[in-house]
């Protein structure tokens, strides 16, 4: 097996999209996912919340059960949800792929991840703009996915938030040479992708940006990153 590409002394894994179902047209969902599949989509990012730890509510295990019949896309499930304790199974049985949890959502995370990987299923934690990435420190060999999010969650189309840059390269720093995603969400297209990039992550969920336009720009975010 090859050697892990090194730049400044840290691994740099393969540029990842993950497409928030959350920004598709439900109506045209059968063609929009074949279209993924056609740009070679990477993840679909799918977000479940409940009326309370964020204000909306969007998509259940059903929904998810659904989407894993329609489509061979490997999918990232993220819980924007309290008590993700009691979700993890039924989520788990839908056939999610990765399940991110809040760090804010539980005080029983360490458990959640354990749970989560006892299914063999990838795991992440995730932090809200607020939310310092030292509390993160502990957790770094329970962990597949480290997610930050660059909009305070619970919305599309919201303004990107620059400190997320900061926050990526320290997670990065933390990670060393781990094997973890480094995913960034929220308000993610040609502009914001780069400094993202830059800075160390990995995974891109991209809502409102991508799906305007699947193909052109899936296209436009790959090449926004090398250039
Ligand atoms: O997690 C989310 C909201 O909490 C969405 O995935 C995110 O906002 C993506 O949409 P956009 O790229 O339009 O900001």
Redesign the pocket.
């Known amino acids: 097996m090859s050697e892990p590409i090194k730049e400044r002394g840290m691994t740099v894994k393969d540029m990842k999209l993950s497409p928030?179902i959350?920004?598709a047209d439900l109506g045209e969902l059968k063609k929009q996912i074949k279209e993924l599949e056609d740009s070679n989509i990477d993840f679909i990012?799918v977000?479940v919340?409940d009326g309370h730890f964020?204000e909306r509510m969007a998509f259940g295990a059903d929904h998810i059960k659904a989407l894993k019949s329609m489509t061979h896309i490997p999918l990232d499930v993220?819980l924007?949800i309290e008590h993700p304790e009691l979700h993890i199974e039924s989520i788990a049985d839908a056939g999610a792929d990765i399940i991110t949890i809040h760090q804010e959502s539980t005080a029983r995370v360490l458990s959640c991840l354990h749970k989560i990987r006892n299914r063999g299923i990838k795991a992440g934690i995730v932090l809200s703009p607020g939310t310092p990435e030292e509390t993160i420190k502990y957790l770094l060999d329970d962990l597949d996915m480290i997610l930050l999010?660059s909009?305070?969650?619970?919305?599309?189309?919201?303004h990107f938030l620059g400190s997320v840059v900061d926050k990526i390269k320290n997670v990065k720093a933390m990670v060393g040479d781990r094997d973890i995603d480094i995913e960034v969400?929220?308000?993610?297209?040609n502009k914001t992708i780069k400094p993202c990039y830059e800075a160390g992550a990995n995974v891109f969920?991209?809502?409102?940006?991508?799906f305007q336009g699947i193909k052109e720009h899936t296209e436009t975010l790959r090449k926004a990153v090398k250039e």
């Open positions: 928030s959350f920004a990012h977000d919340m964020v993220h924007m999010m909009v305070n969650p619970g919305e599309g189309g919201q969400d929220g308000s993610i297209d969920v991209s809502g409102g940006y991508l």
